[in-house]
């Protein structure tokens, strides 16, 4: 018979950052960042001895130009 590693998981929290400055009327900017503190967790623990990785920290930039 084979063994089987269980997988486990405290709890844990993830923190989201997101701030825009407005430049002018029509132009803005904003950064988001996803998993500020870079926390590793799982998403999914299922069956078959499987576990999902949780995304890694990850930035993202974007401007934007009202008509």
């Given amino acids: 018979?084979?063994?089987y590693e269980k997988f486990t998981q405290d709890p844990y929290?993830?923190?989201d950052l997101m701030?825009?400055?407005q430049f002018t009327d029509n132009l803005s900017a904003t950064?988001?960042?996803n998993n500020l503190f870079?926390?590793?967790y799982f998403t999914n623990i299922g069956?078959?001895?499987s576990a999902y990785d949780g995304d890694p920290r990850n930035v993202m930039v974007t401007t934007r130009w009202d008509f």
């Fill in 19 to 21: 701030a825009r400055y």
């Fill in 13 to 15: 929290w993830l923190v």
């Fill in 1 to 3: 018979a084979g063994r």
């Fill in 38 to 40: 870079d926390k590793a």
């Fill in 31 to 33: 950064v988001n960042v």
């Fill in 47 to 49: 069956f078959y001895d």
